[in-house]
């Protein structure tokens, strides 16, 4: 809203002083030499490819490992359990599933993320790239061969994702352009407006988790394992407690399988205290 008004007020100041019958277009942003560090990690650094490669290839040998232990649960956490009670949806005799986010998770969104890189996030211009993005998100290093493997051992694979349901069609061929093959609507692609509580994937997986047995979920955020990492104003020492313990610990590359991504998430709204703590304060002499 801020640079809206400056904007604004911009736009009226030039107006007052151009010929009435002038016309101009407002400037380009101006682009920085250099993108964020954040998105020159992500998406550009062979650092970044390798981590995010040696996930995925994690990933493809555990399901093809864990079908033949033939698991009595999934690990979808079941309604009401908690990382300090952890309690799971049961498998019985359904076919096994691998459930994954698909931004910055099974895609790279770089489309996007290098208008957002010198421009505030503004929904409107998401909203379009959900319609329209097809061809110009890219399958993250491993991602392909990842999800080829899983469908081979018989593993299906789902996505459930925060795009909007209202823009299925365009995430269904995005996530075809990219390499990884068909997603179809309320089968195999869970988005936000399935189901009436909004952000949270907790009714989705749940969904899911009735008519598979789910051995993999896989994201960027740690949203995409238990909306109770999301709780509102979860202060951030609980949130770093609940992530490292001893519950969700045993489930960390055993069945929850974390990428990194440096570029956006809920950690964004960490202060100084957060990250540096106060006993591990130093000044130089």
């Known amino acids: 809203m801020r640079d809206f008004a400056i904007g604004a007020a911009l736009l009226l100041a030039?107006?007052?002083?151009?010929?009435?019958?002038?016309s101009t277009a407002?400037?380009?942003?101006?682009?920085?030499?250099?993108?964020?560090?954040?998105?020159?990690?992500?998406?550009?650094?062979?650092?970044?490819?390798?981590?995010?490669?040696?996930?995925?290839?994690?990933?493809?040998?555990?399901g093809v490992w864990r079908i033949k232990q033939r698991p009595k649960d999934s690990v979808v956490l079941a309604a009401g359990a908690t990382m300090d009670a952890p309690a799971f949806e049961p498998c019985g005799g359904k076919p096994f599933?691998?459930?994954?986010d698909a931004d910055e998770t099974l895609i790279w969104n770089l489309g996007p993320m290098r208008h957002f890189a010198h421009s505030a996030y503004d929904p409107k211009?998401?909203?379009?790239?959900?319609k329209t993005g097809a061809g110009k998100a890219a399958a993250?290093?491993?991602?392909?061969?990842?999800?080829?493997?899983?469908?081979?051992?018989?593993?299906?694979?789902?996505?459930?994702?925060?795009r909007s349901a209202a823009n299925a069609r365009g995430s269904e061929d995005t996530l075809r352009a990219a390499g990884l093959g068909e997603f179809k609507h309320g089968e195999?692609?869970?988005?936000?407006?399935?189901?009436?509580d909004g952000s949270s994937k907790d009714g989705r997986r749940a969904a899911i988790a009735s008519k598979y047995c789910v051995i993999i979920l896989g994201g960027d955020q740690l949203g995409d394992f238990s909306q109770q990492f999301n709780v509102?104003?979860?202060?951030?020492?609980?949130?770093?407690a609940l992530a490292t313990s001893a519950g969700a610990t045993a489930l960390w590359d055993k069945g929850w399988f974390l990428f990194p991504n440096p570029v956006y998430g809920?950690?964004?709204?960490?202060?100084?205290?957060?990250?540096?703590?106060?006993?591990?304060q130093w000044e130089p002499k």
């Open 125 to 130: 211009v998401w909203d379009q790239w959900e």
């Open 140 to 162: 993250m290093p491993g991602s392909v061969e990842m999800v080829n493997k899983l469908r081979a051992a018989g593993i299906t694979v789902i996505a459930n994702t925060n």
């Open 26 to 62: 407002p400037p380009a942003p101006t682009e920085a030499a250099k993108p964020p560090v954040a998105l020159q990690y992500l998406y550009g650094s062979p650092e970044a490819a390798v981590a995010v490669r040696a996930t995925n290839a994690r990933i493809a040998d555990y």
């Open 97 to 100: 599933a691998a459930v994954f």
């Open 188 to 196: 195999t692609l869970f988005l936000m407006g399935d189901y009436a």
């Open 14 to 22: 030039g107006c007052a002083s151009a010929p009435a019958d002038v």
């Open 266 to 280: 809920p950690w964004e709204k960490l202060g100084w205290d957060d990250a540096f703590p106060s006993d591990k």
């Open 232 to 240: 509102k104003d979860l202060p951030a020492a609980q949130r770093m």
